[in-house]
DNA sequence: TTATCACTTTGTAACGATTCTAATTAAAGA
DNA sequence: TCTTTAATTAGAATCGTTACAAAGTGATAA
């Protein structure tokens, strides 16, 4: 079978880059912390365990040459950092997140549920729409009620 | 007549701040540049030809404290700066943007347009929301056809 | 008026995230 | 193999932003 990695690797070679050894330890951090949102110093340390002799512009830059590629998304919080998020696979679209006021967790929404909007803003701003950031500011589940559930994730 | 320098004043005084020269001058900056999405620097530095003694830093400072009290909103478009946007007087919520990935452009919409969306996820998701943040990136009218017409903004 | 107090501003230093640079290393092709 | 190009490294540099210490402002009360 076919591993993830393998087919980021094929994404990396039809664009004429190679998966180093450091891309790939890159790689399998991301992979393995696929919930959480990885600042690029955040990824750098966790790279460090498996890849001891790694540079953090080396990471800096790989996080770049994925993020050009769509493989992860680089998004901000409005704290003074940029996390990146790997994307879907087969993900036209990026995902939402849910960022809590009050524990600071992020959540993700996959699902699109903008398509009306995007129409709408298509035609009536005659805008071509390429890609969308949304992001709600609020209180999580667990903060709202320590008695419910947590909801349909 | 009231003008929107008074309520400004108002919001101030209600959260026991004074509007100082250097506030004043700085807000007025935001109010003769609402259409703009102006970094601290430009602000900074537009302000300087209205009250050329100001420090960076009261920038800085007045900014924030205008974002604390709503008048203002930060928005991070992804390039490293953030920028600050008055808020439409009475908007409840923020207003999206629209980025264009070819000229750099930035409009605005003032619709609210995701009360649908914000339901499902406040239900569905059971998440309080307090604000959100959406942008969309893409192509402009102006880059799109160069034919067309200003749509309905 | 003068003294006092809290708030504000100033310029500069410090900080932290990110990018650049120069030197080195690794890989790929001839 | 040799040559050429791409990638990596450590550390310096840069840039936006924040923190700090000193000075200024303005109101209140003796």
Redesign the interface.
Same mark, same amino acid.
């Given at each position: 079978m076919e591993t993830r990695i393998d087919r980021i690797k094929k994404q990396l070679h039809a664009a004429s880059y190679k998966l180093t050894p450091q891309r790939e330890a890159t790689v399998r951090v991301l992979l393995d912390h696929e919930e959480d949102h990885l600042s690029a110093e955040d990824v750098y340390l966790l790279v460090k365990d498996i890849a001891p002799e790694i540079g953090l512009a080396t990471v800096y830059r790989t996080l770049e040459l994925l993020t050009e590629l769509k493989i992860v998304d +680089?998004i901000?919080f409005?704290d003074g950092v940029s996390r990146y998020d790997l994307r879907q696979e087969g993900a036209a679209h990026f995902h939402h997140h849910?960022v809590c006021?009050e524990c600071g967790a992020v959540?993700e =929404?996959q699902e699109d549920?903008?398509e /009306?909007?995007?129409n709408?803003?298509e035609k009536?701003?005659?805008?071509? =729409? +390429? /890609? @969308?950031?949304?992001?709600? @500011?609020?209180?999580?589940?667990r903060c709202? /009620?320590s008695s419910?559930q947590n909801?349909?994730?």
């Open positions: +680089k901000n409005g849910l006021l959540d =929404i549920l903008l /009306d909007v995007e709408i803003v009536r701003w005659n805008f071509q =729409i +390429k /890609d @969308h950031r949304l992001t709600f @500011h609020g209180i999580c589940w709202n /009620d419910s909801p349909s994730e």
